[in-house]
C-alpha cells in the first residue's frame, strides 16, 4: 500500500505528558499537512510543509506543539504538556503542489 | 477569507432515495470545492473535486455536484442512496495552489440510510 500512513493509530496519555505522531506522506509529494478533528466538526489545518519548509501555521498551532519534517519526507507532530483539549484525531495529508490531498486514517489522542 | 457552510448536520433518507447534500462557500477568489466522505475511524476520502473546469463534476460510487457560482453553491447528490452511503461528508474549499493548497472545511453532514 503506497498510500499516507499515519503510526500510533490511538494514544492514550495523562495530562501534562509529551506525544509524538509521526506521517509518511506518499513518496512523490512534496507537501505535507496536518490537521486535527473534534468529535462532530470538520477538520482544521493546523499546518503544512513544502519539502522539509514549514510554510504556514495556524494560529491553533499554540507553543506547545512543534512540526518538523527534517529530510522532505515523514513528519512528526510533537504535543507538549498535554492538555484534556488536546483531545482528538490529528489527519496527516499529502499532495503535489495544486493537487488533490490524500489523507492518511489519522491518529486518535485521548488526553485522561 | 475562504469559509464553508453545510446546511443540516443530519440527513436521513430512505434506501433508493435521492441524497441531496448542501453546501454553500464564500470566496474572495475563485474557489476549488472539494467533496470527502468519511467512515467511522478513518480518514478522509475524495469524492470529488471542481477546479474551475466543468461545472458538472462526477465523483466516485455515483455522487456528482454541481458548481452554481451565482449561488456560491456545491451541492452532492446520488440518484439513489445505498446502505454502503451512510458516512459523514464534508464539503472543503481551498485556493488551488495559492497559500499551499490548504482546505478549509465545513462542519460535516451525517447521511443515514433507512432500509
Known amino acids: 500500500d503506497t498510500g499516507v500512513s499515519q503510526d500510533p493509530r490511538h494514544k492514550i496519555t495523562k495530562r501534562g505528558q509529551n506525544v509524538t505522531f509521526r506521517c509518511d506522506p506518499i513518496s512523490e509529494h512534496n507537501r505535507l499537512y496536518w490537521y486535527r478533528q473534534t468529535l462532530g466538526q470538520g477538520p482544521e489545518f493546523l499546518t503544512y510543509f513544502q519539502n522539509e519548509a514549514q510554510l504556514e501555521k495556524s494560529r491553533l498551532l499554540s507553543d506547545r506543539f512543534s512540526a518538523e519534517r527534517p529530510k522532505g519526507s515523514f513528519s512528526t507532530l510533537e504535543i507538549q504538556r498535554t492538555e484534556q483539549g488536546d483531545s482528538a484525531m490529528y489527519l496527516c495529508?499529502?499532495?503535489?503542489?495544486?493537487?488533490?490531498?490524500?489523507f492518511g486514517p489519522g491518529t486518535r489522542l485521548t488526553v485522561l | 477569507a475562504q469559509s464553508v457552510t453545510q446546511l443540516g448536520s443530519h440527513v436521513s433518507v430512505s434506501e433508493g432515495a435521492l441524497v441531496l447534500l448542501r453546501c454553500n462557500y464564500s470566496s474572495s477568489v475563485p474557489p476549488y470545492l472539494f467533496w470527502y466522505v468519511q467512515y467511522p475511524n478513518q480518514g478522509l476520502q475524495l469524492l470529488l473535486k471542481?477546479?474551475?473546469?466543468?461545472?458538472l463534476v462526477k465523483g466516485i460510487n455515483g455522487f456528482e455536484a454541481e458548481f452554481k457560482k451565482s449561488e456560491t453553491s456545491f451541492h452532492l447528490t446520488k440518484p439513489s442512496a445505498h446502505m454502503s452511503d451512510a458516512a459523514e461528508y464534508f464539503c472543503a474549499v481551498s485556493n488551488g495552489n495559492n497559500q499551499g493548497g490548504k482546505l478549509i472545511f465545513g462542519q460535516g453532514t451525517e447521511l443515514s440510510v433507512k432500509p
Open positions: 471542481y477546479t474551475s473546469a466543468a461545472t
Open positions: 495529508a499529502s499532495s503535489r503542489p495544486g493537487d488533490e490531498q490524500f
